[in-house]
């Protein structure tokens, strides 16, 4: 297959580039636009491949994206590119409605533009994968406040009730792509993930931007009493999955992604604050520097995903705990130092963001 897959210079993208070409036989052409969190580093181990294709295009450009898709011809499309981070989407959501509901919609038109040209297997076998988020369906009861909370989890049958700009153009999106599905017959698929970490992952999330602020001596912080609960789901997992979707899911499906580590906030800074002391000792230790700030607007408690659904029909499960995946990480982010200042490009400077100021 030729697959074309949008926002592959970011986080979650570059993982399904370079999975792809490692471990597949298929063709990549990945559509960037490298805005401050897109960068072809992140995808340099496999851009020398003969079946890699690098187009720097912005998916809201309706004229480059059908030029792309017309020049190239892929097999499928898988759609990453999103703005993604909620204190972001705070401060500024205008982007956000450009880019993960326009943006969106000028990819579905163009994909059914070009779908609707195809004949025989190839239209048959076409499919538009929309890669979304758990953070469209709001949050879950906690089980400091609910002693039942446990039993509450996501299923593809969760009403949505976004919280922040970000999860709300995302389920903007979601349900553009249902409607290109029902409307015109687009085979489609939709995916909703939860919280991704591993290697490639720009500073501003709460994982990298722990371990960097840690090495610097620099406070580590926590948004409220740090007691809110995410799914914790390691990138390379999530690419296996995406994959595995792509290719055997039947069109207009939905799969809830997830890792099967609930962790509270706090207790993943602590958690990186005891491995770095054991990898890269710190006279009194890394614990000292967590420092608890105001919460950000709209801080959603918990969530969850039952993934039993991809499990059972997919046979997809994720291979590293919470325990082996954020070991991999820190030590990744140890050995490429160099990477994270180069990401940040002097622009970024781990400042707080979202206090919707």
Sequence with gaps: MKLLVTGGAGFIGSAVVRYVIEHTADEVVNVDKLTYAGNLENVASVSNSARYAFEKVDVCDRIEVDR?????????????????????????????????????????????????????????????????????????????????SELCLFNEETAYAPSSPYSATKAGSDHLVRAWFRTYGLPILITNCSNNYGPYHFPEKLIPLTILNALEG???????????????????????????????????????????????????????????????????????????????????????????KIQSELGWAPQETFGSGIRKTIQWYLANLDWCYRAQNGNYHRECLGDGV
């Design 68 to 148: 792309v898709i017309t020049q190239h011809q892929p097999d499928a499309i898988m759609h990453l590119a999103a703005e993604s981070h909620v204190d972001r989407s705070i401060e500024n959501p205008a982007n956000f409605i450009q880019t993960n509901i326009v943006g969106t919609y000028t990819l579905l038109e163009s994909a059914k533009s070009y779908w609707q040209t195809l004949t025989g297997e190839k239209r048959s076998s076409f499919r538009f994968h929309h890669v979304s988020t758990d953070e469209v369906y709001g949050d879950l009861p906690h089980p400091n406040y609910h002693s039942n």
């Design 218 to 308: 620099k406070p580590l912080p926590v948004y409220g009493s740090g007691i809110q609960i995410r799914d914790w789901l390691y990138v390379e997992d999530h690419a296996r999955a995406l994959y595995r979707v792509l290719r055997e899911a039947v069109p207009g499906k939905t799969y809830n992604i997830g890792g099967h580590n609930e962790k509270m906030n706090l207790e993943v800074v602590e958690t990186i604050c005891d491995i770095l002391q054991e990898l890269r000792p710190r006279e009194g230790g890394y614990r000292n520097l967590i420092t608890m700030i105001k919460d950000r607007p709209g801080h959603d408690m918990r969530y969850a995903i039952n993934a039993q």
